[in-house]
């Protein structure tokens, strides 16, 4: 009975599956003038299969701490570059690599998947081949972290100057060195960033830094008009890294902003670039605050020369650091500095006093910037030390 059964159901299977395919059906139907009808079942192209795991639970669980160098969109096309800069990882702390994927002129450093930057002529393909590259720094253990450069943006403000900041003399407002600025408050730009930052998720980076995520801070400020203003700077900044921070988390990417240091010490100031640390955190999961010595006035913390104090500048900064981000869920994770400015000269010492500082104060984290990509090997510590 067992073998006459699966006989029987076998062959009802097959008989199915065959006039399911436009064939004949039962073997028994093999003759007559019967002709068979292709039968083809009904397909939507259009859907999409969504994931079937918990893509933010995955992220949060294969989170490793960032000890990382910036790296400029420049890097990849230059091979003696890049050997330095994987040799610097292989042989030290260093695992991650903040990468320019819109850079501070607004252009697209590979070719990104974005109809605006596409149709407006925003690419620039300074890395030839996004996933190579990617797949490289995987190689080396290294976290790929794009920085996207937010609304500094004079390419596309000249391309589209529907998308900018106005001067109230006419024409596009500029600042002091002569660059534009997209409009914080223009919903387009927005949803344009979020598609440059998800079209870098999609290539493998696992963190999307928000860089100038900010209204601009030096120029004819009081000229500058904002086409469709309708409400504070500091509300028309946490509704875009809100706006953004939904789309990329289901991609199961970190999302952080880069802020200045006056933030966390939350002067008056930040009102007027639209930076308020607790609306920020609200709607990032990792606050980098740039806190470089150099950047500091005299008796900033009771400092008479803040960047020649880069220990006691660092642990007064991180400390307060700590208690604005206190029951926000937000982590922090400082950039630190690793160039020389004000006619002070940061090496060895200086450098290694800043990490030390910033663990002190609990953060396993931080990251150091220097445009020349110098970086000073000799503060860090050997692979897998500390």
Same mark, same amino acid.
């Given at each position: 009975?067992g073998?006459?059964?699966?006989a029987?159901?076998?062959?009802?299977?097959w008989?199915?599956g065959?006039?399911?395919?436009?064939?004949e059906?039962?073997?028994?139907?093999?003759?007559?003038?019967t002709v068979?009808t292709?039968?083809d079942?009904p397909?939507?192209?259009?859907?999409?299969?969504?994931?079937l795991?918990?893509?933010?639970a995955?992220?949060?669980?294969s989170y490793? @701490?960032?000890k990382?160098?910036?790296?400029s969109?420049?890097?990849?096309g230059?091979?003696?570059l890049?050997t330095?800069?994987?040799?610097?990882a =292989?042989?030290?702390?260093?695992?991650?690599f903040?990468?320019?994927?819109k850079e =501070?002129?607004?252009?697209?450093?590979?070719?990104?998947?974005?109809?605006?930057a596409k149709?407006?002529?925003?690419?620039?393909?300074r890395i030839k081949n996004?996933?190579?590259?990617?797949?490289?720094?995987?190689?080396?253990?290294?976290?790929?972290i794009?920085?996207?450069?937010?609304?500094?943006? &004079? *390419?596309?403000?000249?391309?589209?100057?529907d998308?900018?900041?106005?001067?109230?003399k006419?024409?596009l407002w500029?600042d002091?060195?002569g660059?534009n600025? &997209?409009?914080p408050?223009?919903?387009?730009?927005w949803?344009?960033?979020?598609?440059?930052? !998800?079209?870098?998720?999609?290539?493998g980076?696992?963190?999307?830094?928000f860089?100038?995520?900010?209204? %601009?801070? $030096?120029?004819?400020?009081?000229?500058?008009?904002y %086409?469709?203003e309708?409400c504070?700077?500091?509300?028309?900044?946490?509704?875009?890294?809100?706006y953004?921070?939904?789309?990329?988390e289901k991609?199961g990417v970190w999302?952080?902003?880069d802020?200045?240091?006056?933030?966390?010490q939350?002067? %008056? =100031?930040?009102?007027?670039?639209?930076?308020?640390?607790d609306?920020?955190a609200?709607n990032v999961?990792?606050?980098? @605050?740039?806190?470089?010595?150099?950047?500091y006035d005299?008796g900033?913390y009771?400092l $008479?020369?803040?960047?020649k104090?880069p220990y006691e500048?660092?642990?007064?900064a991180?400390?307060?650091t700590?208690?604005r981000?206190a029951?926000?869920?937000?982590?922090?994770r400082?950039?630190?500095q690793?160039f *020389?400015?004000?006619?002070v000269?940061?090496?060895?010492?200086e450098v290694?006093?800043?990490?030390?500082?910033? !663990? !002190?104060?609990?953060?396993?984290?931080?990251?150091?910037? =220097?445009?020349?990509?110098?970086?000073?090997t000799?503060?860090l510590?050997?692979?897998?030390?500390?």
């Amino acid at each position: 009975m067992g073998a006459a059964a699966f006989a029987v159901g076998f062959i009802l299977l097959w008989s199915a599956g065959s006039w399911i395919r436009g064939g004949e059906g039962f073997p028994w139907r093999s003759g007559g003038t019967t002709v068979a009808t292709r039968m083809d079942l009904p397909a939507e192209t259009a859907y999409k299969v969504e994931p079937l795991m918990d893509m933010v639970a995955l992220r949060d669980l294969s989170y490793v @701490p960032v000890k990382g160098v910036y790296v400029s969109s420049y890097a990849p096309g230059s091979t003696e570059l890049m050997t330095r800069l994987l040799s610097l990882a =292989d042989e030290t702390e260093i695992n991650a690599f903040v990468v320019d994927v819109k850079e =501070d002129m607004g252009l697209l450093t590979y070719a990104a998947d974005v109809p605006l930057a596409k149709s407006e002529g925003l690419i620039e393909k300074r890395i030839k081949n996004i996933d190579d590259f990617v797949a490289t720094l995987a190689a080396h253990n290294i976290i790929p972290i794009a920085r996207v450069v937010c609304f500094k943006d &004079t *390419n596309l403000a000249k391309k589209r100057p529907d998308l900018a900041i106005k001067s109230s003399k006419g024409g596009l407002w500029a600042d002091y060195k002569g660059l534009n600025y &997209t409009n914080p408050y223009n919903h387009e730009v927005w949803e344009y960033l979020v598609e440059v930052a !998800e079209d870098a998720a999609r290539h493998g980076f696992r963190e999307i830094q928000f860089d100038y995520v900010r209204f %601009p801070t $030096d120029g004819p400020i009081s000229q500058a008009v904002y %086409p469709g203003e309708y409400c504070s700077k500091i509300d028309a900044i946490a509704g875009f890294l809100a706006y953004a921070h939904a789309r990329l988390e289901k991609l199961g990417v970190w999302v952080s902003a880069d802020v200045f240091g006056i933030v966390i010490q939350d002067t %008056p =100031d930040t009102e007027k670039i639209g930076q308020k640390y607790d609306k920020v955190a609200q709607n990032v999961d990792i606050m980098c @605050p740039m806190v470089y010595p150099s950047h500091y006035d005299t008796g900033s913390y009771n400092l $008479d020369n803040p960047n020649k104090s880069p220990y006691e500048l660092i642990t007064a900064a991180m400390k307060q650091t700590t208690e604005r981000l206190a029951g926000t869920g937000c982590m922090g994770r400082p950039w630190l500095q690793d160039f *020389n400015l004000r006619g002070v000269q940061y090496g060895v010492a200086e450098v290694k006093a800043q990490i030390k500082a910033a !663990e !002190e104060q609990g953060y396993s984290e931080w990251i150091l910037w =220097d445009s020349q990509l110098k970086y000073t090997t000799g503060a860090l510590r050997a692979e897998g030390g500390g």
